[in-house]
Structures are given as structure tokens and as C-alpha cells.
């Protein structure tokens, strides 16, 4: 179908209004003042967060976007596995590219869906993107990313990209902060669709946000990790967040512990079962 200019300017219209709504001013074309403005706007939200840490979010939860199309990166990944599972997400991966059901589409680079194979059966969930996810439109490539390929490349024995690896949060979170409740929720039914659809034989939650979100419970990673949980017939198993494990390497014992739970259960030296 083809757009009329009248639909195009209205979808315009209902877009920057969204953008408005969510407390975007100006619109800047240079790049270079871009960069400035979006500094001093990342700013402006640190400084409002330090001062009103659950007020600084719009109140507005639904913006309408309109229907400006954004392509999407992991869509055309995707789109190479084949086959139904990855079919179905790399529509998906389109929808959520387009999604504006919290503030955060207002101040993304891109949405950061997934990466890695989709018939893998581990599934690795993140908490949300950072700037380098931002800017690729990938999750864990920045350097939390990097720890994470090692651990699972030099300690499992597995190759990184067999892993099915994305975030509770599809956009970033401005300054990396915590994802908020209404985000969590506002993201809530891409990431069960996502279960839905590559359903995973093992979950490996990484970091408390994510534990948490799987296991419905609001206890410390510390008590969550170290164990195999069963959620729903699937097996649930948390440890740390490799930005933690960054800040705190004397974790990292804890994190192998616990993917050795998983390595285990796959069988010790075996290559992963990737399913068709
Ligand atoms: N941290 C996460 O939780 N996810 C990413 O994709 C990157 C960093
Ligand atoms: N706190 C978190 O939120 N995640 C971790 O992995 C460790 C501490």
C-alpha cells in the first residue's frame, strides 16, 4: 500500500507529537549539534532522575509513533537462519523496531531485539541495552558482551553465536540506569513471545532484573543463582550480570558454578542439541 501525502504528513504530525509528548524539543538535523543536544539532554534526565527518581518518566504511557516504518537490523539476521522459528521472530523483531509503548522509544538510537541462532535450545536473557547496543542494534556487543562470548566460548565450550541471546528491555535506559517497572512491563509481552516462540529447553538469567522477571520473585541474585529452577517445564537457571561480574571478578567463581549447571545438563563436552 502506498501512502497518501496526507497519511504520510499525519503519521508526521502524530510522531513529533508522540516526540513532544515525551518531552523531546528540538529537532536537529546537523550532526554535530545533534551530539551536543542529545549530551545535554542525557544530561538534563541525570539530573532529573538524581532529583525525582520515579517522576522523570513522561506519565503519558502510549505513544502513538504513527506508522514511520524503521527497519529492523535483527529482522535481517534473522531473516537467514530460516525456518519458522526465526520467521516468526524477524516479524517480530519489525513490530518491536516500531514500538512505542514507553518513553524509551523516544530516546533510542534503534530497538536491540536479539542476536544468535533461534534454534538454539539456551536462550541467555540480559537486562536491557547499554550505549554500544544502542548504537549496533545487537545485544551484548559492547563490553559486558565481550565477558559474556568469553564465558560462554572459552568456559562452556560452546560457540557464542549458537546461543539465542536478548534483554528484558528492548531500548536502552538513558545513562544505563535501572530499567523502571511501567519498562518492564511496557516490554513484557515481546520477551514472553520470544520464550514463546524459541522455546528454549534452558534459560540463563543474567543479572537481577532478569532473574527476577523469570522467577516472579523480588529475593537478591545471590539467593536466586546456584541452582536449576523449573519454570513452566523449562529450566531457569540465574547468576550474575557480566557488568557485575566486571566490577566484582571475584564473582566470577559464582557465575562458573553456574553455568556448569547448565553445561551439565547438557551433558559435559557435548555440543550443543540445536534443534531445525
Ligand atoms: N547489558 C545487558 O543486560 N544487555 C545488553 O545487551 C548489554 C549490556
Ligand atoms: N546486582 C545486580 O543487579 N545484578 C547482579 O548480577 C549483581 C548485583
Not at 558482551?145 to 568469553?150: A, P
Request: with cysteine; glycine share 8%.
Amino acid at each position: 500500500m502506498i501512502d497518501t501525502p496526507h497519511t504520510i504528513a499525519e503519521n508526521l504530525r502524530k510522531k513529533l507529537q508522540g516526540m513532544k509528548n515525551a518531552g523531546v524539543n528540538d529537532l536537529i538535523v546537523d550532526k554535530k549539534a545533534a551530539k551536543l543536544a542529545t549530551m545535554a539532554k542525557q544530561k538534563r534526565i541525570k539530573n532529573d532522575l538524581k532529583a525525582a527518581p520515579s517522576k522523570a518518566a513522561p506519565s503519558q504511557k502510549t505513544i502513538n509513533a504513527g506508522a514511520v516504518f524503521v527497519e529492523s537490523q535483527a529482522a535481517k539476521k534473522l531473516g537467514a537462519y530460516g525456518g519458522e522459528r526465526a520467521k516468526r521472530l524477524a516479524q517480530m523483531a519489525r513490530d518491536v523496531a516500531n514500538c512505542a509503548q514507553c518513553q524509551l522509544c523516544s530516546v533510542r538510537t534503534q530497538t536491540v531485539y536479539s542476536r544468535g541462532n533461534p534454534n538454539s535450545p539456551l536462550m541467555f536473557i540480559g537486562e536491557a541495552p547499554g550505549a554500544d547496543e544502542d548504537a549496533q542494534g545487537f545485544p551484548f556487543v559492547g563490553r559486558a558482551g565481550k565477558l559474556l562470548d568469553d564465558i560462554v566460548a572459552k568456559g562452556m565450550q560452546y560457540n557464542p553465536d549458537d546461543v539465542y541471546i536478548c534483554n528484558v528491555l528492548k531500548c536502552r535506559p538513558p545513562n544505563n540506569r535501572n530499567p523502571e517497572p511501567d519498562e518492564i512491563e511496557a516490554c513484557r509481552s515481546w520477551l514472553e513471545a520470544q520464550i514463546e516462540i524459541i522455546d528454549p529447553v534452558v534459560i540463563v538469567a543474567w543479572g537481577k532484573f532478569s532473574a527476577q522477571w523469570l522467577l516472579q520473585s523480588d529475593a537478591p541474585i545471590g539467593k536466586l543463582r546456584g541452582r536449576m529452577w523449573d519454570v513452566g517445564g523449562r529450566k531457569v537457571v540465574c547468576t550474575y550480570h557480566p557488568a557485575y561480574l566486571l566490577r566484582t571478578p571475584s564473582a566470577k567463581t559464582e557465575t562458573w558454578k553456574d553455568v556448569q549447571i547448565v553445561m551439565d545438563y547438557f551433558g559435559r563436552g557435548k555440543p550443543l542439541p540445536m534443534r531445525v
